[in-house]
């Protein structure tokens, strides 16, 4: 489940915050970020790695997380470990795409080197496994993930299932108590990723639609036809009938006709 997070940074009430819905029952993991794995809100940079001269001719994705991100998400360590708790910038994650595009046979080249974004550098810590941080649209980016408090815009909880509802009327109650001026709100991540493919959804429908109006007008076609055989074969029907023909007798005199027997 994803909140935002209201006004600007505070140290003192994010930490509380964190440390009250980590106790809730129900809530598994809670992680402060930017945004989650798969955004719209996405920051790219130019980087340059230790030893190397000049910076890549490729952009890489930055994501703002903290230590708890990894779990939260469910994102997989190839190589390395993950950050260690810590309000500013002191190391970085990459990920596998990250390692291909500089040039490095396999995720453990990387660990201990520095990358450089302007002239800040930071070194490697953990390699994280691919995933999208867009729609599944778009190729997997590049990413380099670091640690910065005061970038948190959300906040998602990693919620146990079994016990949802109690879970979110006590999320509810600790989040007004810190922030009483704001409106609660959240989202659940399959909804924000259900957004992504919103477009899809609506030509879904339209298709349903248009695919509905065309089984009618064939129906009244059927319809238009079979009326107007019965009536072009009253008399016939009639004298058929009066003859002894079955019902299955006269059904077949249609059916031959409109499928040309």
């Known amino acids: 489940m994803v909140v935002p997070l209201?006004?600007?940074?505070?140290?003192?009430?994010?930490?509380t915050l964190r440390q009250q819905l980590g106790s809730v029952a129900g809530v598994e993991s809670v992680s402060l970020c930017f945004q989650p794995p798969a955004s719209d809100a996405?920051?790219?940079?130019r980087t340059r790695m230790e030893g190397r001269s000049e910076p890549e001719n490729w952009d890489i994705n930055i994501k703002f997380i903290d230590h708890q991100y990894i779990e939260t998400f469910g994102l997989k360590l190839l190589a390395g470990r993950n950050l260690e708790p810590s309000d500013t910038t002191r190391e970085l994650l990459v990920?596998?795409?990250?390692?291909?595009?500089?040039?490095?046979?396999k995720p453990e080249d990387i660990l201990g080197k520095k990358l450089f974004e302007n002239d800040r550098g930071f070194p490697v810590v953990g390699v994280v496994?691919?995933?999208?941080?867009?729609?599944l649209h778009e190729p997997i980016h590049p990413q380099i993930m670091m640690t910065d408090a005061s970038?948190?815009?959300v906040c998602v909880l990693r919620l146990n299932l079994q016990n949802t509802k109690p879970a979110l009327a006590e999320v509810e109650k600790i989040?007004?108590?810190l922030f009483p001026e704001y409106y609660f709100e959240s989202a659940f991540m399959d909804a924000r990723l259900a957004m992504f493919?919103?477009?899809?959804?609506?030509i879904m429908q339209l298709m349903r639609l248009f695919a509905g109006i065309a089984v009618f007008i064939g129906c009244l076609g059927l319809y238009g036809l079979a009326a107007f055989m019965v009536t072009r074969k009253r008399k016939e029907i009639g004298i058929r009938k009066t003859l002894g023909a079955s019902v299955s007798g006269v059904l077949w005199l249609f059916g031959k006709e409109t499928c040309g027997c």
């Not at 209201?6 to 930490?15: F, I, L, V």
């Not at 496994?129 to 729609?135: A, I, L, P, Q, W």
Request: aromatic letters at 12%.
């Open 95 to 105: 990920n596998e795409e990250a390692v291909r595009k500089l040039g490095l046979a």
């Open 129 to 135: 496994k691919n995933f999208h941080n867009r729609s």
């Open 6 to 15: 209201p006004g600007r940074y505070d140290a003192a009430k994010h930490s």
């Open 42 to 45: 996405n920051w790219n940079t």
């Open 151 to 153: 970038s948190s815009d």
């Open 197 to 202: 493919y919103e477009q899809e959804s609506i």
């Open 175 to 177: 989040w007004t108590g």
